[in-house]
Structures are given as C-alpha cells and as structure tokens.
C-alpha cells in the first residue's frame, strides 16, 4: 500500500482525531497528504506508529494515539513544548508523548536509550548532583536512587508535568519505516504541527518556552519560522527558546553523551520561564 493512501484511510475523519479543545486552533488546519510522495511503499506486516484516536470514545479505548500530547491540556494552559522528533519505532511504546515509554514497567527494567538520559538529566535538576550524568554507566545509579529521587513511573512523570503546562510534542506523529520519517511523515504533519507552535507562539496573553531536543527539531522549528509568526503577532516578547542534543544521541571519542553535557535543560526551561514572570515548572 502506498504510505499517502494509508494515512489518507487513517486520518480520513481528521477534525475527530484530537480533543475538542483544540478546535480554535486546528480547524481548517489538515496533514498534507499531497506532499507525501506516491512512491513510497509501506508492507501490509508494518503498523502505523501510534495509531489515530477517533473522540468522543472513552480514551481507555485507545490511550495511545497521534494526538496524545493534546489530550490534558488546553492551548490556553501550555506554558512550555518540549519538541521531539518522531515516535519510537515499536507500538507498545510510542505514545503519542513525545520520549515517553509506553511499556515502561520500573526502573530497573528496560527503558529506552534516549529516556535514560532525560531522567539523569531530571535527577541532576531534583539533586543537584552531577554525578547521575558522568556517563551512560551513571544510570545505575539512578536506578539505585530512584526511591530518594521520587521516580514513580513515566506516566506519572508526564502527567504531572501536562498538568503544569508543559506538552511533550513530536513534529513527526507517526511512524512507519526508518525511510519514510522524514520523507513522507514529516511532510504529512508539517501543517498540522506548524499551526499548534504558532499558535502557542502568538497569544497575546500567555508566555511560553519552546525547548528543542535535537537538530532536526531545531531545523523544524526554524523552517516553519515560527519566532516569524510571533514577531509579526506582536507576540515575540512572549516566548523564549532553548535548543539541546537529542536524548537519543550516542557518545563518541570517549565523551559523555551529548544530551548528558552542557547546561541541564530543567533548570535551562525554569530560568527562561522565571525571566518571562511565569512560576516555574516543578519537574
């Protein structure tokens, strides 16, 4: 099947694939099946990544789904959009939460390569202690710490963070196969992404940081120019952004891994938001 039929099929009844409280901002606003290229081929035996959710189905019926990272939060409350790049590759685990591991069972089970960097960076922010990010092997020791720490579980992790504000968002909100992310997923999206930052970029009466986890993000938000849009708005003033490796990104020469160096993007996220005057996130 070629892959712009099969997100033509899936997404078919778009206006019903996320919460209604974003209606304001995505009506009229549709993925771009026309950009994904005809000659893209997806096998029968490859899923869709996550999969669409048609509302107003209980979401217990299909808790993972495209537009998850909308699910708790209305455009009014975001206060910060952590931009990731594109679902993890397998069904039980990509959210539609951008870096949130759907089969997560504890931490001391398997989590995800780029995850385990993200929450040594989140226990150097809770400690202040340097020592959960002097290296890949330093995970052991999160794991040993993660009662003292206060890890409960993801979920309960991005909850917390969704009811303060914060909104974990891929660009790419599906997945397929490794070639078809940029080539036909991210075309597909595009629109619908680029009208949710500007958006968030242009009230009038809310602040907001926009933290960027990896090039491609960074590249992404740059294109669809989105500080553009808000200086245009008037809005510019309102936002702030902050640009980090990928979680994902592997050490190299013997260094630590590139999200593991540098300033801790928590604390990078708090300080922008304290210099917009908005109360900061308790990560």
């Known amino acids: 099947m070629g892959l712009r039929n099969l997100l033509q099929t899936r997404f078919a009844n778009w206006p019903t694939r996320y919460r209604p409280t974003w209606n304001a901002v995505l009506n009229g606003v549709y993925p771009d099946a026309d950009a994904v290229p005809a000659s893209l081929r997806v096998p029968a035996s490859v899923p869709l990544i996550p999969g669409p959710h048609t509302f107003p189905a209980p979401p217990a019926a299909n808790e993972f789904h495209t537009m998850r990272a909308l699910d708790r939060v209305t455009p009014s409350r975001v206060r910060v959009v952590v931009l990731g790049q594109d679902p993890y590759p397998r069904r039980r685990q990509a959210t539609g939460r951008a870096f949130e591991q759907g089969d997560f069972v504890s ?101 907001i940081v926009f933290a960027l986890w990896g090039t491609k993000c960074s590249e992404f938000f740059t294109r669809a120019r989105i ?55 308790d990560w």
């Open 107 to 207: 931490w001391d089970g398997s989590v995800a390569y780029g995850l385990k960097h993200i929450v040594q960076r989140l226990a150097q922010h809770r400690s202040g202690e340097d020592r959960y990010v002097r290296g890949d092997g330093a995970w052991d020791d999160v794991r040993a710490d993660a009662s003292s720490l206060q890890l409960r579980s993801v979920r309960r992790l991005y909850d917390g963070w969704e009811n303060q504000g914060v909104i974990f968002l891929n660009f790419v909100l599906t997945y397929t196969l490794p070639a078809h992310v940029f080539t036909g997923h991210a075309r597909f999206w595009k629109p619908v992404v680029t009208a949710i930052l500007r958006h968030l970029a242009e009230r009038p009466s809310r602040r």
């Open 227 to 281: 500080l553009e849009a808000a200086q245009a708005a008037g809005t510019s003033g309102n936002s702030r952004v902050s640009r980090f490796n990928h979680p994902s990104a592997r050490p190299q020469g013997g260094q630590r891994a590139p999200f593991l160096r540098g300033s801790n993007p928590f604390d990078v996220i708090n300080r922008q938001l304290a210099s917009l005057g908005e109360t900061v996130i």
